[in-house]
């Protein structure tokens, strides 16, 4: 298949590329580094030059926290719900939509929500759609699960409140999986929670990172909810990360029913396992 693979350079977007191109795919890369600004494409018309000979479309574009340059309405709302007009008016049938667990009617951050209007513009239209929600997805070379193994070496683990918040986490090479399948699957029209089936507590899931990498467990020091909030936003000009709303979502946990999964894939997803950190779908290509 020829393939438009939008946020090609990102963490999904290039494990993706790669067991696309393993299979013998065309891809299409776009995204800021080869030159298209998403935020631009906020009409179908932007896009129709680039649908020419495509066969289907993966958007991979996100950002987790704002900045002056990048806000989540044009690039979580504006460009993709233009683009899947676009694809409707071409014909484009096969368009599978990256977007998050939680993106749904209890969403009430602006993460999630800009997200939801372009999911919801998807499934308004007739064609051969899935929208995918992942959940906190670990593996080699993520910024947010970089950012985790980096808390875990501390000889201090800092969690919020209780730290026993609820997490399905789930691995790079199971989401790419489920992409692979989608573009052949027969069953359309689907919105699809990716996650692990395994449940670690926040605090469990940052000691299962220090063991990944070789350490003993560490002591946990449990920071107060408002402190925690006061505190990212504080630091939130330092990183896109660190803002509160994202602690607000941490809160509230990443976790759902995996069963449509698990029969959608016809198997489960891969259990926790040290290595696992440390591997994307090369390092499991090769190995397999
Ligand atoms: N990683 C996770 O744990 C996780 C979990 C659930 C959902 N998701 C969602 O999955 C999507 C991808 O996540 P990721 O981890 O792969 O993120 P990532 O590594 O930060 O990649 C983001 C991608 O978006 C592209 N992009 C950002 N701004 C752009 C712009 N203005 N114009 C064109 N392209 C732009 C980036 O390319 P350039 O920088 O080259 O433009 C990059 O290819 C996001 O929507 C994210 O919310 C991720």
């Not at 298209?36 to 950002?63: E, Q, R, Y």
């Not at 399948?181 to 027969?186: D, E, H, I, K, Y």
């Not at 063991?211 to 505190?231: E, N, S």
Request: charged share 20%; net charge positive; proline share 6%.
């Amino acid at each position: 298949m020829n393939i438009l693979l939008i946020g090609a350079t990102g963490f999904i977007g290039r494990n993706i590329a790669s067991a696309l191109a393993a299979t013998g795919h065309q891809v299409t890369p776009m995204s800021r580094q080869n030159g298209i600004d998403f935020s631009t494409m906020t009409s179908p018309a932007h896009w129709l030059p680039h649908l020419k000979g495509i066969d289907a479309v993966i958007n991979c574009v996100g950002i987790i926290g704002e900045t002056a340059t990048q806000r989540f309405e044009p690039l979580h709302t504006l460009a993709p719900s233009a683009l899947f007009r676009a694809c409707h008016e071409t014909g484009v049938r096969r368009v599978l939509q990256i977007s998050a667990l939680g993106a749904d009617e209890t969403a009430f951050s602006a993460y999630h929500l800009s997200k939801r209007a372009a999911d919801n513009i998807l499934r308004s239209l007739d064609l051969d759609w899935f929208v995918l929600r992942p959940s906190l997805i670990y593996g080699k070379g993520g910024k947010s699960a970089d950012l985790f193994m980096r808390l875990a070496r501390l000889p201090l683990l800092t969690v919020i409140g209780d730290g026993s918040q609820k997490l399905q986490p789930v691995h790079i090479s199971d989401v790419v999986a489920t992409v692979l399948q989608c573009l052949t699957s027969r069953e359309v029209k689907r919105t699809l929670d990716i996650l692990g089936t395994e449940t670690f507590t926040f605090t469990e899931w940052l000691q299962w990172m220090r063991r990944a990498q070789g350490l003993q467990p560490a002591p946990v020091m449990r920071i107060p909810f408002w402190l925690a909030m006061l505190t990212a936003r504080l630091a939130s000009p330092l990183s896109p990360m660190l803002r509160p709303e994202n602690l607000r979502m941490l809160q509230i946990g990443y976790w759902a029913d995996v069963k449509p999964l698990v029969d959608f894939l016809g198997r489960k997803p891969l259990p926790v396992e040290p290595h696992l950190f440390f591997s994307n779908v090369d390092t499991i290509r090769r190995a397999s």
